[in-house]
């Protein structure tokens, strides 16, 4: 199946839901290249960027499974690349 590369964005609304989060993170490192989280204290939530590289169905299955998550937002764009 074709790789596709891409990036996702993580809003954290509640804290909760963190540990969550890292175990799906986790179970789908395999695929992640690069994180980077950022508290905007001031409004009281994070955001978490990933730089991914898997295909359709990876990287698919770790943003609905975050999307399903109570206090988290996920928003993703992939492109293909030779």
């Known amino acids: 199946m074709e790789k596709r590369i891409g990036a996702a964005i993580i809003l954290v609304e509640e804290k909760e839901s963190v ?9 789908h490192s395999s695929i992640i290249l690069a994180r980077q989280g950022i508290p905007l204290r001031e409004k009281g939530i994070n955001i978490i960027t990933l730089i991914l590289e898997g295909t359709n169905d990876q990287i698919n299955s770790l943003t609905g499974k975050m999307g399903r998550i109570e206090g988290i937002r996920v928003k993703s764009v992939l492109t293909k690349y030779s």
Do not use: A, G, H
């Not at 540990?19 to 179970?27: C, F, G």
């Open 19 to 27: 540990d969550t989060m890292n175990d799906i993170l986790s179970m």
